[in-house]
């Protein structure tokens, strides 16, 4: 600082008291800057309340260190740190967060946690998702809509079902080599291993699975079907009902018109045919194929007439009739009604009528085709 200081015992009273003065109007106006006084160490410094910079720039700086807050600090446009993160007080007063996690951190709406190596990018028209470097990220989202890459595209929404018991996945397919069906399986696997062009055969299709509760009328005609693809053992019998009965002994009055029984039942598939009063009940509904013939005995003295009748629950549905000349042979009549529509529960009874003297019935047989 050049202070000029007086030699003791060397100058004389009034020369030591004006170094006296100049030394103390040096030491007075000195500041510590380079020549004025010896600088100031940090040591020598203790800061105990807020130090102004007065509008000037810290510079120089290495670093700045922040104590730890545990909630945000009130000064406008302040940065400190709260936990681990650091902040910003803007000049509206809201506390922004800068970093997250070891990264900075988003605007709000953006993607939390989204730190190294993970990475969201956007490059030729594709979003890139990755959760590390050449690893694509999983999703986790509601429906997804896809639209074409073109203004104002119509878009396809993708939604899971309502309704899920628990979480489970679909795994697509590999290409198949042809047009192929596609299956699901209980694991959610799909495949396209069933070529189209080959149809779908017998080994695709569940025993007893395609019933005719499935297949609406009139949907599956000749043009339909392969030749020689639908064999006999192929259609189920469930439904069908055939009955075979003969050996009426039955006796006609003159003109009285009789229920014919057949007391001996060859065939009798689910017991519909009744040998002792002659009626057959239809088990189910369908097309129903009747038969059957009789025969009467002796020679008559004048022309008679045989009569044969089918009826349904009373009613005649058809009948047929021979003539029998006088001293002609014993002579017999056939009846027969194919695809005659019948209900379950409908009765069918065969009935004759002989007109002339009274008759015995020989050579009987009916027959019943449900289909």
């Not at 103390?24 to 807020?50: C, E, K």
Request: overall charge negative; aromatic content about 6%.
């Amino acid at each position: 600082m050049n202070l000029p200081v007086p030699a003791v015992g060397l100058e004389p009273g009034p020369d030591w008291a004006t170094d006296i003065n100049n030394s103390l109007t040096i030491v007075d106006q000195h500041n510590h800057a380079p020549g004025s006084g010896v600088q100031i160490t940090p040591s020598g410094i203790l800061i105990n309340t807020d130090l102004a910079f007065n509008t000037n720039s810290a510079t120089t700086l290495l670093s700045s260190q922040y104590v730890p807050q545990v909630s945000a600090i009130a000064p406008l446009t302040a940065v400190y740190v709260i936990g681990r993160e650091l902040y910003y007080n803007d000049g509206a007063g809201n506390s922004v967060q800068l970093t997250s996690n070891g990264s900075i951190a988003g605007a709000t709406g953006s993607i939390s946690g989204l730190v190294p190596p993970a990475s969201a990018s956007y490059s030729g028209s594709t979003f890139i998702w990755q959760s590390n470097v050449l690893t694509a990220a999983n999703m986790d989202a509601g429906s997804v809509i896809l639209r074409n890459i073109t203004a104002s595209s119509k878009g396809l929404t993708l939604n899971p079902p309502a309704a899920m018991s628990s979480d489970y996945s679909l795994v697509l397919p590999s290409l198949p080599v042809s047009t192929s069906f596609m299956t699901l399986d209980a694991s959610g696997n799909m495949a396209g291993s069933i070529s189209t062009s080959g149809g779908i055969v017998g080994s695709n299709i569940a025993a007893l699975t395609i019933t005719a509760a499935k297949i609406a009328n009139a949907t599956i005609t000749t043009t339909q079907i392969a030749s020689s693809t639908i064999l006999l053992s192929n259609l189920a019998t469930s439904a069908r009902e055939s009955v075979v009965a003969t050996g009426s002994t039955d006796f006609l009055n003159n003109g009285v018109k009789t229920i014919i029984t057949f007391p001996t039942a060859i065939t009798n598939t689910s017991g519909s045919y009744n040998i002792s009063n002659g009626q057959y009940t239809v088990p189910t509904t369908g097309f129903l194929d009747v038969a059957s013939s009789v025969s009467v005995s002796g020679t008559p003295s004048g022309t008679t007439y045989l009569t044969l009748y089918i009826y349904n629950n009373g009613s005649e549905v058809v009948h047929t009739d021979i003539s029998i000349p006088a001293s002609g042979n014993p002579a017999g009549v056939m009846i027969s009604l194919c695809g005659y529509g019948v209900t379950a529960g409908d009765i069918i009874t065969i009935r004759a009528q002989y007109n002339g003297a009274s008759a015995g019935l020989s050579n009987a047989y009916t027959s019943y085709s449900l289909r």
